[in-house]
């Protein structure tokens, strides 16, 4: 039987910043596997939200290999918004091709560069979706940018952990390639989260529903880009507070003139 071949890794701190989030993941393999890949590129903790299959299998720990302990420290959490608390910034993964937030998207080499300079102002989430429908748009509005794995048309759909070997290969290729950059300037020092800014996100689309500004058949039209907007702004914690009670205010103001 051939050996098994062990990649060997100088360590590096800024993978560390780096967290998987898995949303519902359905098979307790593939959460093992991603353990095992994370253990390989040293990545940061390992997010469950809302699990669909029980991470401490013996399948699971099997396909873990040497990354059981990724499995012992995993988080498991009921909500999305429980896996963003602290990350500066969300990026989701996805086969989907939308209008709406299509010119948005990064192959995995840019989405690794839009890691390498942003990881110096605190952890960045990594989202992947179930192996039947991936992630839910409800999820693609919690990030601030969208990756996409080209692949052949015929067949784009990947598995969970080959998907999320790539990114995470790409990320670590990117960081340990040279300095990282210097922490930006434009960044706010108590800078919005992507959970703050998930929770902005969903109450500017209830307020903007409820003054009938978005489509209700369509409200991804403009929420993408709305979301979009959002990032680039670059909100402090306090600037996205005023913007959640003035959604707050929208609403209720509009739904006591009803």
Known sequence: ???????????????????????????AGNIGAVARLMENFEAGALYLVDPQADAFSPEALRRSAHGARRLQEARVVRELNEALEG???????????????????????????VVRQRIGEGDVALLFGSED???????????????????????????????VAICLYEVFVTLTGGPLPEKSINRPAEAADAAMMNRLTEKLQHALSTIGYL?????????????????????????????????????????YEK
């Open 1 to 27: 039987m051939m050996a098994e071949l062990h990649t060997t890794i100088t360590e590096h701190p800024a993978m560390s910043r780096l967290r998987i989030v898995l949303v519902r993941p359905q098979v």
């Open 87 to 113: 990350a500066g910034l969300c990026i989701g993964a996805t086969r989907r091709v939308g209008p709406t937030h299509q010119a948005e998207d990064l192959n995995p080499r840019e989405m690794a560069e």
């Open 133 to 163: 429908n991936g992630l839910a748009r409800e999820d693609l509005l919690a990030c601030d940018t969208i990756v996409r794995i080209p692949a052949g048309t015929h067949y784009p759909t990947l598995n969970l952990s080959h998907a």
């Open 215 to 255: 489509r209700p058949e369509k409200p991804d039209h403009l929420m993408f880009p709305i979301r979009h907007i959002l990032s680039r702004a670059n909100l402090s914690r306090a600037e996205a507070q005023i913007l959640i009670g003035l959604a707050q205010q929208i609403d209720e103001f509009a739904r």
